[in-house]
T-cell receptor, first 112, second 113 residues
Framework: RKEVEQDPGPFNVPEGATVAFNCTYS??????FFWYRQDCRKEPKLLMS???SGNEDGRFTAQLNRASQYISLLIRDSKLSDSATYLC?????????????FGTGTQLKVEL | EPEVTQTPSHQVTQMGQEVILRCVPI?????FYWYRQILGQKVEFLVS????????KSEIFDDQFSVERPDGSNFTLKIRSTKLEDSAMYFC???????????FGSGTRLTVV
């Protein structure tokens, strides 16, 4: 089983639509959770941290279910500029330190 | 906004040559990392560095790879004898406490010919 699993997409949605991405992770030792955004051939950029209580940042809402090892991201009123690859990322504490483990990403294309 | 700086942005090298990729992490960050992304694939962990030593490394980070923080500001990744399969985007990252989200540099695209 992959450490972090995401539907690769692409998700093609019209502007203004609501779109949801899901992710599952396999390592129960995962400590912290994030959604990153990656534009083509650019570096990953932190979109938001994800908490069990759920958190919202403008049009973006993220949710973590530790029991199911499941993470979600909801984008409301999508904009053309939201087109990117969304990376589900978990931070695992290891014997030596910690490391981020990335999913393969879900590609979003917002169209007129 | 503070940023992680990487140089060069693109490096072309011949197979078997040594390359050094350079990074300047954010000044108050304590944890430093190298990741790589082969074209079309996911971002993969290479190595983490804290308190002037490697704290974790992946299977990819074999004897051909080394890291160094020579002067308290730069953080370098050296590949001793490059192979074709080392062609990838290499990202440096840093974080304050390790369990928070990292800040990534804009990457060095390494092409081995």
């Amino acid at each position: 089983r992959k450490e972090v699993e995401q539907d690769p997409g692409p998700f093609n949605v019209p502007e203004g639509a609501t779109v949801a991405f899901n992710c599952t992770y396999s390592n129960s030792a995962s400590q912290s959770f994030f959604w990153y955004r990656q534009d083509c051939r650019k570096e990953p950029k932190l979109l938001m941290s994800v908490y069990s209580s759920g958190n919202e940042d403008g049009r973006f809402t993220a949710q973590l279910n530790r029991a199911s090892q499941y993470i979600s991201l909801l984008i409301r009123d999508s904009k053309l500029s939201d087109s990117a690859t969304y990376l589900c990322v978990v931070n695992v504490i290891t014997g030596g330190g910690n490391k981020l483990t990335f999913g393969t990403g879900t590609q979003l294309k917002v169209e007129l | 906004e503070p940023e992680v700086t990487q140089t060069p942005s693109h490096q072309v090298t011949q197979m078997g040559q040594e390359v050094i990729l350079r990074c300047v992490p954010i000044s108050n960050h304590l944890y430093f990392y190298w990741y790589r992304q082969i074209l079309g694939q996911k971002v993969e962990f290479l190595v983490s560095f804290y308190n002037n030593e490697i704290s974790e490394k992946s299977e990819i980070f074999d004897d051909q790879f080394s890291v160094e923080r020579p002067d308290g500001s730069n953080f370098t990744l050296k590949i001793r004898s490059t192979k074709l399969e080392d062609s990838a985007m290499y990202f440096c990252a840093s974080s304050v406490i390790g369990v928070d989200g990292y800040t990534f540099g804009s990457g060095t695209r390494l092409t081995v010919v």
